[in-house]
């Protein structure tokens, strides 16, 4: 929330630091960094956490919510006058009547009552007719709105193609983007375990980093350029009264950058803690731009984006040579092993340097499709393992996805078992296709044909490509025995089955298609377990398959580079 002049904020910043947090509070946290920063968060303020339930909110907006004025604060409008008291009726416009707000709505989580159904640092009052209009939109910022607000507070409309995300999105005013960023941050990190399994187009379907690249980029984005507010402080404080836990990125500013920022890799020091600098009403250096996809082995001629925030240049070396410099994005296609350094400037400064590496892959030969093999059904990403055979199914039919027609996948009968596919007994050949995983999404290699399944458009196809582009990335929940594969690239598109014109294609959801099942090769598989350390030459002494950790087969004869590699379904580190 932007309220503070600059001389005002540098002389609360002392206070604006672990605001009436006891003592100890955040012991747990001293030392981490990045994923186990926030891991250990979450354990810190999952302790102790009350539940207040759900009725019991109103009540409890007397002490968290309440503007100077008397009147309830109201972060969705502008013109809003409401006590605090319970309300009654209902609402026509804008202005009749407020209710229960979840800014992380709860359609993401299945809408099950349960603590998040309740937690009140993101169950917060609003509007309630400007509640309808968002409904459950991602949060995203949009020029050209199709709803606005009293006053253009806050508007609803396509997301701007800076932003990275092409759907509808719900923007608040950039009073409140600071906080609805820092509720976020909370969200991922107290309900970590539970996130891999929630689902929208900002979620990445991970426990780390939890949000998509865009969404990552934009919160950090809002985080820095809304600093802790007064408001903020207060409302802390006063839900720890309450419900007995704490939102730790509005007790440190800039906290967020030690989690997922331009400080994941230096270790927290909550003794001698520094913010991340930004937040002044002056302005503030730029977070290091990002690497899409991250440091690793790629396809040949594959294309890596660096991005970095909005209004920023970008400066790079590729290998050691001349710098070079673009408006973000900046796209750079690999055909050999490349290194590329890159910062970042806008008017206050420069940012940290990112650095990535990337090595090439062979080129494969089709590998002969596989004639035996059980496969069961699986309902949860705890059973998805990296270099495993999968089979996408519609168990109503039973079909399972076979080979490209046109621009679609078309389909073979199959025969199920108590959810068990044998497939020596199948008549025609279902798509093999192996898991792997890359810059946090999972990919579907098709080794048969020597390609990814992926989408190179925003339309109801299911193509392949060659190379490792955005578009052959997915992120993968489950509801029951449903799973939902989501495009990375376009994220309103998942994997359905259309019974009415058979075929397996990408498909939003509003269109009523059929969902599908993931069945896994079980008969072969043992399991990934962690790591271990190996040399190349003992990998290669075996003659078993070696695959990349995005399910490539690494041809025979290949000299092994340093990387991750998986044998006989175990992951090997060769240094």
């Not at 001389?7 to 001293?30: D, K, S, V, W």
């Not at 903020?232 to 030690?258: C, H, M, S, W």
């Not at 992926?454 to 052959?472: C, V």
Request: aromatic residues 12%.
């Amino acid at each position: 929330m932007k309220r503070l002049s600059l001389p005002i904020a540098l002389f609360l910043l002392p206070f604006l630091l672990l605001a009436q947090a006891p003592a100890g509070y955040y012991t747990r946290a001293n030392g981490k960094s990045g994923s186990a920063l926030k891991t250990a968060l979450c354990a810190i303020i999952t302790s102790g956490h009350v539940e207040l339930g759900y009725d019991n909110l109103w009540n409890a907006y007397k002490t968290t919510d309440v503007r100077p004025d008397g009147k309830l604060w109201d972060m969705y409008s502008d013109m809003t006058n409401y006590d605090p008291n319970k309300p009654s009726g209902s609402y026509h416009q804008e202005g009749d009547v407020p209710n229960r707000e979840h800014s992380f709505p709860k359609s993401w989580w299945g809408g099950n009552k349960n603590i998040a159904y309740c937690d009140i640092f993101h169950v917060v009052p609003a509007d309630g007719y400007i509640n309808n209009i968002r409904g459950n939109l991602p949060f995203g910022e949009t020029s050209n709105p199709n709803f606005s607000s009293h006053g253009g507070f806050s508007k609803r409309g396509p997301c701007d193609a800076s932003i990275g995300y092409s759907g509808t999105v719900f923007e608040p005013n950039d009073e409140y983007k600071g906080d609805f960023a820092r509720i976020y941050f909370y969200m991922c990190t107290r309900y970590e375990e539970s996130f891999a399994t929630w689902n929208s187009p900002m979620l990445a379907g991970n426990k780390y980093p939890g949000y998509t690249n865009w969404a990552i980029t934009m919160l950090l984005r809002w985080a820095a350029e809304d600093p802790v507010s007064q408001k903020e402080i207060d409302r802390n404080n006063a839900i720890f009264t309450l419900q007995k836990n704490r939102n730790p990125y509005v007790d440190f500013p800039g906290l967020e950058q030690y989690v997922w920022g331009s400080k994941k890799n230096v270790a927290l020091d909550i003794n001698d803690y520094e913010g991340s600098g930004h937040g002044s009403s002056t302005g503030s250096k730029p977070a290091a731009p990002t690497f899409s996809p991250e440091s690793g082995e790629l396809s040949q001629n594959t294309t890596v984006t660096i991005t970095a925030a909005e209004g920023c240049t970008i400066y790079y070396r590729i290998t050691g040579g001349e710098l070079q410099s673009g408006a973000s994005p900046v796209s750079i296609t690999i055909t050999e092993e490349t290194s590329i350094t890159a910062f970042c400037s806008n008017e206050y400064g420069d940012s940290p340097t990112a650095t990535a590496h990337y090595t090439v892959t062979e080129a494969q030969e089709p590998e002969p499709t596989p004639t035996e093999g059980i496969f069961k059904l699986i309902t949860s990403a705890s059973e998805l393992q990296v270099g495993d055979n999968y089979l996408i199914v519609w168990e109503s039919g039973p079909r399972a996805m076979a080979e490209a027609n046109g621009k679609v996948r078309s389909y073979v009968d199959i025969v199920l078992t108590d959810h068990t596919f044998d497939l020596s007994k199948a008549d025609k050949q279902p798509t093999i296709l192996r898991l792997g995983q890359t810059d946090g999404y999972y990919t579907f290699y098709i080794p048969a044909e020597t390609a990814y399944l992926a989408l190179s458009s925003d339309a109801n196809n299911l193509g392949t490509e060659a190379t490792l582009t955005t578009g052959a990335q997915w992120t993968i929940s489950f509801t029951s025995n449903n799973a939902t594969i989501t495009n990375r690239q376009y994220d309103e598109r998942s994997i359905y089955y259309n019974s009415s014109s058979p075929r397996f294609a990408a498909y939003k959801s509003s269109s009523s298609q059929r969902p599908v099942q993931l069945y896994r090769e079980v008969s072969t598989s043992t399991g990934i377990s962690s790591p271990m350390v190996n040399t190349a030459s003992s990998l290669l002494q075996s003659s078993a398959p070696i695959y990349t950790l995005q399910g490539r087969l690494v041809a025979p004869g290949t000299k092994l580079r340093p990387g991750i590699y998986i044998q006989n379904g175990r992951k090997y580190i060769v240094r």
